[in-house]
């Protein structure tokens, strides 16, 4: 009779991504991965060949966390690439270890910034078609400067740098905007 296998796929990442949430990546191993799921390494070599192959399905997770995240976050500005901005700064705040992972490390398991940004739902190109239908005769290039205040924003949330309200963070995204606009 063949043994139960109690130990399951599902059980091993949702612990691995949330050890990667709560102390980052690099502390995801196999053998604090086994004490954490309440196992020892065998089951986690039975499901994956490497932890390579591990750690790209929890940046796959990452990353549709980041644009569940995303896609619920309240769109309070009419202003191109402020709500995602201010999601992102949020975000940031939130979950800082999958910040890092997702938009400060290299590996982003082949994904660029740009698609990781703009999801399944297309949302930066809807705000960059959203910024041409509001008269900007280069969208992208505003998103580009925007981005760079943006990323800077949300990088001082991660090591708590970052003191000001989000009332105000959005004020400035706003401003800064319209400024690039003229």
Request: hydrophobic share 40%; net charge neutral; proline share 3%.
């Given at each position: 009779?063949a043994?139960?296998?109690?130990?399951?796929?599902?059980?091993?990442m949702n612990?691995a991504f949330?050890?990667?949430?709560?102390?980052g990546?690099?502390?995801?191993?196999?053998?604090?991965?086994?004490a954490?799921a309440?196992?020892?390494?065998?089951?986690?070599?039975?499901?994956?060949?490497?932890?390579?192959?591990?750690?790209d399905e929890?940046?796959?997770?990452?990353?549709?966390?980041?644009?569940?995240?995303y896609?619920?976050?309240?769109?309070n500005?009419?202003?191109?690439f402020?709500?995602?901005?201010?999601?992102?700064?949020?975000?940031?705040?939130?979950?800082?270890?999958?910040?890092?992972?997702?938009?400060?490390?290299?590996?982003?398991?082949?994904?660029?910034?740009?698609?990781?940004?703009?999801?399944?739902?297309?949302a930066?190109?809807?705000?960059i078609a959203?910024?041409?239908?509001q008269?900007?005769?280069?969208?992208?290039?505003?998103?580009?400067?925007m981005?760079?205040?943006?990323?800077?924003?949300?990088?001082?949330?991660?090591?708590?740098?970052?003191?000001?309200?989000?009332?105000?963070?959005?004020?400035l995204?706003?401003?800064t905007?319209?400024?690039?606009?003229?």
């Open positions: 009779m043994r139960k296998i109690s130990v399951t796929k599902e059980m091993l612990s949330e050890m990667a949430g709560e102390e990546l690099k502390e995801v191993t196999a053998r604090k991965l086994a954490k309440g196992c020892s390494t065998q089951p986690i070599f039975r499901v994956y060949s490497s932890m390579d192959e591990m750690y929890i940046y796959s997770m990452a990353i549709d966390y980041f644009a569940d995240y896609g619920k976050y309240p769109g500005s009419q202003v191109p402020t709500n995602l901005g201010m999601a992102y700064i949020e975000f940031a705040g939130k979950e800082p270890q999958l910040f890092r992972m997702l938009f400060m490390e290299e590996k982003r398991c082949n994904a660029s910034l740009f698609s990781i940004l703009n999801g399944k739902t297309n930066l190109h809807k705000e959203k910024a041409k239908a008269g900007a005769k280069d969208p992208s290039g505003i998103f580009m400067k981005w760079i205040f943006i990323h800077g924003a949300a990088t001082m949330m991660t090591t708590g740098d970052y003191d000001l309200s989000m009332d105000e963070t959005r004020g995204l706003e401003e905007y319209t400024s690039f606009m003229r």
